[in-house]
Every structure is written in C-alpha cells, then in structure tokens.
C-alpha cells in the first residue's frame, strides 16, 4: 500500500501546480469573500441567530469541511477512472507483485494525505484571521479530513465501475454542490424550512461541518455526546465506501 | 510434450477460462520449459490474451490446472507476479511521470531498494536505447519507444519469465526490427519468452516453439519448421490468372501438387518442388499471368489451420 502512495506522490510532484489554485487559494479566497466581506454585513444586522459569535468565525470552520470534501470528492473521481480506464496504471501495478486491495486502499491514503494538507494550511489560516477561538482547532483539521474521507471512499467506489466521466457531473451538480451550499456551511440549517431539516441530518457533510464548527468554536467540550454521534456516522461511512472501493477495483481489475 | 510438471516453468493441463456463459479458453494443455521462446499464435478471439492473464495471475483459472514457478496462481499471485515480466497488449505507462521515472516506480512495486531502482533504471534505459529520452515525459514517445519503455519496465526485477502479449502490435517495421533484436538479446541470457502473436514472422523470428490456437482450443504444436513440415508442403506455387480465366480452369489444375487451393485472386499449389509444378502447369497449356514460387512459412500453416475467412 504504501508502494501506491509513494507512486501517486511522484504524479503530485509533477502536477501540483495545477492544483495549487483549486486547493488553496479559491477557498482563502471565499472565506475572505464571504467570511470578511459579507461577514461585515451579517454581523451589524444585530441578531443573535449565531450565538454570539461574528459571522466570520461561524463560516470557517464550515467552509474548512466543505472545501475538504470538494477536493476529496474529486480526487477520488479522475484519478480512479484514470489508473483503470485511461493510463490503466493500476493494471500495472497488479502484474507487478501488488493486490488490488493495496492499490485501493493506497489511493484512498493518498486522498487522506492530499486533503490533510489542504486542511492545515486552511486552519493556519483561519487562525491567523482570528476565526478560530479554541485551541481544540487542532482538531479540527482530522475533524475535516474524515467529512473529506466520508465523500472519497463511496465515490472512489463508484468511480472504479465507470469507464467515463460521462456521470460525474450529475454528482457534483445535484450532489457535492448541494450539500455545500445547505449542509450549514453558510447558514444554520435551523434555518432552512422544517420539511428540508431532516435531509441536511443525512448529509454526511452536515455531520462534518457541525463536528468541525464545534472544534473550532470549543463548543464540543459542552456537548460531547453529538460530537460522539457525528464522529461515529462519519467513521461508518469511511469503512463501508473503503470495503467497497477494495471490492468494486478488485473486481475491475480481475476483469481486465 | 516435453518435461514433467517439475522441471517446467509453466505446466497447463485442462486449462479453462470462461466469463458467463463464454468459454474463452477450452481446456488447453502445454508446458513451457526453462530458457525457451514459446509462443501463442491464433486469430483475434482465439484466447491468446486470456490464456495470458491466467499465466500472469491476474485473472483466475475457471477450470484445469495451472503451475507457474512451480507455485500454484490461485494462492501465490503475488509471489508469482514478483518473478514475472509482463509486457501487455495496451501500453500501460503513466504519461505523468517521466521515461526514468517509470522505471524507477515500477522498481518499487517489486520492493527494491530506491538505489537499486536507480541503478537498475539507468542499466535499462541503455538497454532499450532510451537514456537520452529519459527525462522527458511519456506521452510524445513514438509508438515503438514506448513499447521498448514498457519492455525495460517489465525487466526491473530481473524476471525468470517474461511474458508478451502481442508485443509489436501497430509498429512499424524498424521499430518491430528494433524490438526483436532486444527480445533475443533477453533470450541468449536465458530468460524465458512466452509471447503472443499473430504476426507469422514474429513467431518464426523468435519462438523455438509455439502453440496455434482457434476458438478456445490448441489446433497445433510444434516449432515454426515441425508446423510447416506437418502441416505444408516445403513450396507453394503461386499461379495468378488474367479476370475471369480461373473460373474456367475446372479439373485443369488437379494433379499438378499436392494439395490445391483456390483463392478469390489467385491459385496456390502445395508440393515439394515447385519449379516441377510450374513446369507442369505449362505442359497443361496454363498460361498464368503470374508465377512466383516460395518456400511455405507459417502463414500458410496458420492460414491452412485457422481458416481464411474473417473472425469478426
């Protein structure tokens, strides 16, 4: 497994730059955005619906998970697809001593590792701008990585069924989309009508965002048992769409 | 047959590879001995690449027996696959990395040392005559570099058996040359080829003995030269006719070889001496619009085993 990683961190090497903008700066970019600027707004308005707290603290955290997921989601999507249909580099590495399970679990690492960048150079961020408030923030940054993780392992699995892209965008446009624009990212879903409530309860990203915002905000001390819950939806999520990636590549991969 | 299941490097009996109700492998028998070039030849559809992924233990055995390396694949895969070269049909490179890159990674799926992978690399970018190449990315390679990339990738742990599928498919003939002449060099040193193919001079060029299949099944054993002796006759006289004559030379050319077969465009007779025959077909009055005689290769034998009509 670890064979596979080293392997997809020799691709990163020479396709990062690429990747700098969409993983780095477009979501500085929206916290400055919408955390700052919009946050200037919201935060005169006077009430209280946040808690207490400025806009710009209640948005980073949220936009910390969901930023996460987006890369993770697309990670798990190209490079799947790629390794099996298009450079077939994970038939490669099956002729060569390697087993299917390593080849999806190293990928499924590597997205770990990939994402877990992305979350430390945010939360250093939102730091420095004053938007996290508890030392817990430390936490937040794993707290992000298993809502990214919560995405990648059951779309990796997909991904490894397909042979084109052709589905893709279907979940990216009524799937990943969707969930982070209403999964409490940008508002609490207290907020949305009461029919619409129960639906952001599925949503493995508002599990994400509330488990990340508690971190980041130090409420998590004072209710521990959601935090308990969130974690435990997220880990089941993780371990089901691992198995499954392991089965859908292996079964890929034995089929030719 | 030679060799009992001990001393072969490769031992099938009853090999069988089905995908639903598809039987694309029916119970094929062979064994590949130490040190030899041996080789698949058959149409498209024949079972040639399937055959292959069982040996390469990617791809379960339906039914029969299988030993490679002596080990069995269903539960050695892995140990099998460390001792294997696998060149397959579809190049399988990254076009992200660079040449020596390539080489280098692929050294570490087989566990070696990143020095070793290295030293390895740059040996085998001599080899396959691409150390020039070797820091620019995969992707503007010609077709026969690329191949000779994957030939040298598939050389990284120094395997006991190399196995080729269809390894000039689609180059040109410099680049085919190119490539034999690696795949015998690799041959003199003793590693073992099993390669597939259904170009007739590849086979001649490099396999001591090769297989012939047909829907599924082994049709015919032997060297390039036993199959010609067993299956052809030493010449074949071509005999090209003006439009419309051959039509009408009805039991004018029985007799005159051996065996006589009739094409859309011309007429080839089978016998030991050809000369006699166009000499005969004289006598009869024949006039051909064109004569050539030619020693039979294993074309004709494949042809003659296989059948001329189009698989597909």
Redesign the interface.
């Known amino acids: 497994m670890a064979?596979v990683v080293?392997?997809r961190a020799?691709?990163y090497r020479?396709?990062f730059r690429a990747s700098l903008f969409s993983s780095f700066l477009s979501p500085l970019m929206f916290l400055g955005a919408m955390g700052i600027g919009l946050g200037t707004y919201v935060d005169r308005s006077g009430n209280d619906l946040l808690g207490g707290i400025s806009y710009l603290a209640f948005l980073a955290p949220g936009l910390l998970a969901a930023t996460v997921m987006q890369s993770a989601a697309f990670e798990a999507t190209f490079p799947i697809v790629g390794g099996l249909t298009w450079?077939?580099?994970f038939?490669?590495?099956?002729?060569?001593?390697?087993?299917p399970r390593d080849i999806a679990l190293g990928n499924l690492a590597w997205i770990a590792v990939r994402v877990t960048l992305i979350a430390i150079v945010f939360t250093a961020v939102m730091t420095v701008v004053g938007a996290a408030s508890s030392p817990l923030v430390v936490f937040a940054i794993p707290a992000a990585v298993l809502t990214g993780m919560a995405f990648a392992a059951p779309i990796a699995a997909f991904s490894a069924t397909q042979r084109t892209m052709e589905k893709f965008s279907a979940i990216f446009r009524f799937g990943i989309t969707p969930l982070f624009l209403f999964s409490g990212t940008f508002f609490p879903i207290e907020s949305l009508p009461a029919f619409l409530q129960p639906v952001a309860w599925i949503s493995p990203l508002y599990h994400g965002v509330a488990l990340t915002r508690g971190l980041a905000l130090g409420t998590a001390a004072a209710e521990p048992l959601a935090m308990v819950v969130h974690v435990v939806v997220l880990c089941a999520i993780v371990v089901g769409g691992t198995v499954a990636t392991a089965i859908t590549v292996e079964r890929r991969?034995?089929r030719? | 047959m030679p060799g009992t299941p001990e001393s072969s490097l490769i031992h099938a009996r009853g090999l069988t590879k089905r995908f639903g109700s598809m039987t694309a492998v029916d119970g094929i028998d062979f064994d590949v001995a130490p040190g030899e070039a041996f080789g698949f030849l058959g149409p498209n559809g024949a079972g040639k690449t399937s055959t292959m992924r069982m040996i390469g233990c990617v791809s379960p055995v339906s039914a029969g027996t299988l030993r490679i390396l002596n080990l069995d694949p269903s539960l050695h895969g892995p140990q099998i696959r460390a001792r294997l070269g696998v060149v397959p049909q579809q190049d399988t490179l990254d076009s992200e990395l660079t040449v020596r890159e390539n080489l280098v990674i692929y050294g570490r799926y087989f566990g070696l040392s990143r020095a070793e992978c290295a030293r390895r690399a740059d040996e085998l970018l001599e080899f396959a005559q691409l150390t020039e190449r070797r820091n620019d990315q995969v992707e503007p390679l010609s077709g026969g570099m690329k191949r000779r990339l994957t030939i040298a990738r598939a050389l990284i742990n120094e395997p006991q058996l190399m196995l080729l599928d269809e390894p000039t498919a689609g180059l040109d003939p410099q680049a085919r040359h190119l490539l034999w002449e690696r795949l015998y060099r690799l041959k003199q040193r003793g590693t073992t080829l099993v390669l597939t193919t259904h170009y007739m001079d590849e086979a001649e060029q490099l396999c001591d003995r090769l297989v012939v299949m047909d829907k599924a099944r082994i049709v015919a054993e032997g060297s390039p030269r036993q199959l010609i002796a067993q299956h052809a006759t030493r010449e074949v006289t071509e005999l090209r006719f003006p439009v419309g004559v051959q039509e009408t030379l009805d039991g004018q050319l029985e007799g005159l070889a051996e065996r006589v077969e009739r094409l859309p465009d011309r007429v080839l007779l089978y016998a030991h001496d050809g000369e006699a025959v166009v000499a005969a077909a004289h006598a009869r009055g024949l006039q051909p619009e064109t004569v050539l005689v030619r020693r039979s290769t294993l074309e004709d034998v494949f042809l003659r085993l296989t059948g001329r009509s189009l698989v597909e």
């Open positions: 064979r080293e392997h020799m691709q020479r396709t450079s077939r580099t038939h490669a590495m099956y002729a060569a001593p390697i087993r991969l034995v030719g």
